[in-house]
């Protein structure tokens, strides 16, 4: 008898295996209709799939856009909700969102906001000037709570908030900060949540967010994916497919074959390494430029680098270009100035110090440098995919054609930002990632009295009042002709060599069209649509 | 007293021991708990910077410690830690703000039904490969059984799961690569386990895409274990097919299949129980790995990541339960024994 028994589990194994076997050969649809928990409504076309797949390298932290701060939440954020402002489709300049129009009061400190009439949350309750209110108050000075990670940055300023009426909110700030507006339209601690919601669930939405968003959340399941659907109510254009799901795929390859299997449609969070994998497969990979700077900075406070010639020569000894090109392998353009391309106050015709190793061999040798102490960090950056010794080795070798001996020290990153705070240095690496897509954001770090933002230790009076005049100055082309003139002070005084801006790679199927990866790293996928 | 009680049948002993094993865990549980603490407090980094991020300033820092307890001295801390194990409360994850309970029950079950779709594969094919190895050994068979093995205890799991990614998924496309399930056919959670959930709302489909996912991770975590087992089995095989009662057994005319199963194998089992207890053990806290690798949502992968992030509730919360399943698992293995093996008596002082 249990001989028998056995055989029989052998052999149903076996059939196991065959049958998966074959199975597999049709792939089966990422969607079955009469399984699906949450029935597919008609698509426009019946050429179009119900759900599009994005898979991410990480969970998000949560869901409720006053408590995190990582990118990965961010992503599905903005599906799910809107703030008053909002990004172009390719760049960072603010457009409508949440509210039509907004007016700012002669000194600058007052700010009235005209909202989008008849636009509910997804809970069913309307979206008004009572709700901005909640939404403010709960993260203004006072109010906010430590974990509160973006509320200091976003409203900080504020003073008061009033709703003189049912759709006008008036913002009142203790200084004038035209930054202010782009804050508005970040992915963090801006978003509307439904004050509803935030008082059902003890003030915090990480796990139940409800927004005015064109998808509203569905399900998390914890580890392996949240799903959102579509918000039938939406006040504009509704979103094209049904479902959404965001899944969280850590391992770099594992999510590439995933994409190339047919199991997700859109990846990212990828190097260039894949590139070719991904291409000869048939995807298509996306690769705007990242709102992210690397850079390697001067100590002023050094000895050497005191002297702003010798800043300038050592500039000349890096031919930034083909440094770029071979680290990056293009996936990273070189930068001649701190901003962007998209950023307001962008200007094309700024250039960085160029290549010219004669020169600085000539000014080095003069003023009797000989050697440089470099630090850097090891592991891989946001903005340098390639890690902070490779690029501090390149330097190395392009400071050794003009006769300066470079000493690296590399560190982990923690130890790395101590180090980088005692300023015990010549030459650091760093590099920054952009919050709010305002110039201000990128330019200020030259001011920051915190040696941690400010690593190069730049000191420069009429850089200050430049600054502080472009904080206080209404976005426009005077506000810009500001930005360039901060611009060509950093070419002439040289407190640091820009490297890169690395682009934002992301991978997805040809059956997806209209893909749309937003240069501050976000993807909104109401509007794509995906093939059968 | 005492010769009655060593000569009762039955469950009482049985239950006594239990008991007494059971009563075992305090120390065990207490023990732990100051290690993972003070682990943690010493090797990691501060969680505040990690938590408030790049824009924190040393107030907001100071203020952060200040709400989560952070800056009352170590062995209040600790007390705080300990009262909470024993009154099932182990705080909210600092990185999430959910209950640490919650975020380790959400994903528990999946490293559960991991482990044990691994140790099944690992049992049955290790036990197969090894008594085959055993009864025809020294010929081609026993020898391709334990290259087989050898291969299976030397190759890391990580390079294992990637080759079948990318032989079954890459290149074959005939199994998923990573998840659980088909994201539209995932049942309501009942029990956490998908197989059981599946089949539990009737959805057929859907058990049958948890199984497709299953195969791979189960395969490159159960390998190792497998060889170990097939190892273990062929070794224990060839003692017991050495004994005097297996000579008697065929002298008594008994036909060779039934002596090697009856006879031969049974007997063998006893220590490749014992192992196979310990492997389910080490697998639930040894699936870090496949689970990084086939985006599996169990509690492994969690774990290490909440370890770079310092999320000091959820790693102890995470340790604790560890320690606790693997004290019961050893506890069942034990047990088991006494149901393979009549010698074997709880009672050893009077017995």
């Given amino acids: 008898m249990k001989n028998t028994r056995i055989f029989a589990l052998i052999i149903a194994l076996v059939s196991l295996l065959t049958l998966t076997a074959c199975g597999g050969t049709t792939p089966a649809p990422s969607s079955s209709p009469s399984a699906s928990p949450s029935a597919p409504a008609n698509t426009d076309a019946a050429n179009l799939a119900d759900t599009l797949t994005f898979a991410q390298g990480a969970e998000p932290r949560g869901l409720d856009p006053a408590l995190v701060d990582d990118g990965e939440s961010s992503k599905v954020i903005v599906n799910i909700y809107e703030g008053l402002l909002k990004y172009a489709k390719d760049s960072t300049a603010l457009e409508p969102c949440l509210a039509t129009s907004w007016k700012v009061s002669d000194d600058g400190l007052t700010y009235t906001f005209e909202l989008r009439q008849g636009v509910k949350f997804q809970d069913g309750t309307d979206f008004n000037a009572e709700a901005v209110k909640y939404n403010i108050e709960r993260q203004m000075p006072g109010n906010a709570t430590t974990d509160m990670t973006y509320a200091d940055f976003v409203y900080g300023y504020v003073t008061k908030v009033e709703a003189p009426d049912t759709y006008t909110v008036v913002v009142t700030l203790k200084d004038k900060n035209t930054p202010f507006l782009s804050n508005l339209a970040m992915s963090m601690a801006a978003p509307m949540v439904s004050p509803k919601a935030l008082q059902e669930n003890n003030g915090s939405v990480m796990e139940k967010p409800v927004g005015t968003g064109p998808y509203s959340f569905d399900r998390w399941d914890k580890g392996q994916d949240v799903v959102l659907v579509r918000n039938d109510n939406y006040w504009g254009d509704k979103a094209k497919t049904q479902n959404v799901i965001f899944r969280f795929i850590s391992d770099n390859s594992a999510r590439v074959v995933a994409l190339t299997n047919g199991e997700v449609d859109m990846i990212d969070g990828i190097d260039a390494t894949v590139i070719d994998q991904l291409k000869s497969a048939g995807m298509t990979v996306d690769q705007p430029d990242g709102m992210n700077t690397n850079y390697m900075a001067y100590n002023v406070d050094s000895p050497i680098f005191s002297n702003a010639e010798n800043r300038k020569a050592v500039s000349e000894a890096v031919n930034v270009p083909e440094l770029v090109q071979s680290l990056y392998q293009g996936y990273a353009s070189p930068a001649d100035t701190i901003l962007p391309s998209f950023v307001p106050g962008f200007s094309s015709d700024i250039k960085q110090v160029a290549y010219n190793p004669d020169d600085a061999k000539t000014i080095l040798s003069k003023n009797g440098v000989t050697a440089v102490h470099i630090i850097t960090y090891s592991n891989v950056r946001p903005y340098n995919t390639a890690n902070g010794d490779v690029l501090a080795t390149a330097i190395q070798g392009y400071l050794s054609k003009v006769n300066v001996t470079a000493t690296i020290d590399s560190y982990d990153w923690t130890t790395y930002k101590e180090k980088v705070k005692a300023g015990d240095f010549d030459i650091a690496f760093y590099g920054w990632t952009g919050d709010n897509g305002d110039p201000d954001n990128f330019m200020s770090l030259l001011s920051d009295k915190d040696p941690a933002m400010n690593i190069s230790r730049f000191n420069d009076p009429t850089y200050l009042e430049l600054i502080n005049k472009g904080k206080t100055t209404p976005n426009g082309d005077d506000r810009n002709a500001i930005y360039k003139q901060l611009e060509q002070i950093q070419v002439d005084q040289n407190p640091w060599l820009l490297v890169s801006h690395s682009k934002l790679l992301s991978a997805y199927s040809p059956k997806i069209q209209d893909y749309y990866y937003h240069v501050t790293g976000n993807v909104f996928l109401s509007q794509m649509t995906k093939l059968k | ?351």
């Fill in chain 2, 1 to 351: 007293m005492n010769i009655y009680t060593a000569n009762t049948k039955g469950l009482l002993p049985v239950l006594k021991y239990i008991i007494k094993r059971l009563l075992l865990l305090i120390p065990v549980v207490i023990g732990v708990s100051i290690i993972v603490f003070v682990i943690m407090r010493v090797f990691s980094p501060d969680p505040a910077p990690v938590v408030l991020g790049e824009h924190a300033t040393q107030d907001m820092v100071d203020a952060w410690r200040q709400a989560n307890g952070l800056s009352d001295p170590l062995y209040l801390q600790y007390f705080h830690f300990l009262i909470g194990i024993f009154t099932g409360d182990l705080g909210k994850s600092y990185y999430t703000k959910t209950p640490v309970i919650a975020e380790i029950m959400a994903r528990f079950p999946a490293t559960i039904e991991l482990a044990i779709s691994a140790i099944i594969f690992a049992s049955i094919f290790g036990i197969l490969i090894g008594a085959i190895s055993a009864v025809k050994k020294n010929t081609l068979v026993d020898s391709a059984g334990m290259v087989t093995a050898l291969i299976g205890v030397s190759m890391p799991i990580f390079w294992l799961g990637i080759l079948l990614i990318i032989l079954f998924s890459g290149i074959l496309h005939i199994l998923p690569s990573t998840g659980r399930i088909d994201i539209l056919l995932q049942p309501k959670t009942v029990t956490g386990f998908y197989l059981i959930d599946t089949l539990i709302a009737g959805n057929f489909a859907g058990f049958w895409s948890a199984i497709r996912h299953l195969i791979l991770p189960a395969v490159a975590l159960g390998l190792y274990s497998m060889a170990i087992i097939a190892r273990m089995t062929r070794s224990s095989m060839l003692e017991t097919l050495g004994q005097d009662y297996i000579r008697t057994a065929r002298a008594k005319g008994v036909t060779e299949g039934r002596v090697i199963r009856k006879h031969a194998l049974r007997n063998a089992l006893i220590p490749v129980v014992t192992v196979i207890g310990l492997q389910l053990g080490s697998l639930l806290g040894g699936a870090v790995l496949t689970e990084t690798v086939f985006s599996w949502p169990g509690i492994g992968a969690y774990t290490v990541q909440c370890i770079l992030k310092s999320d000091f509730p959820v790693v102890q919360g995470v340790v604790m339960l560890v320690a606790v399943t693997f004290v019961i698992i050893n506890l069942i293995v034990d047990i088991v024994y006494a149901f393979l093996d009549p010698r074997i008596k709880y009672n050893k002082k009077e017995a």
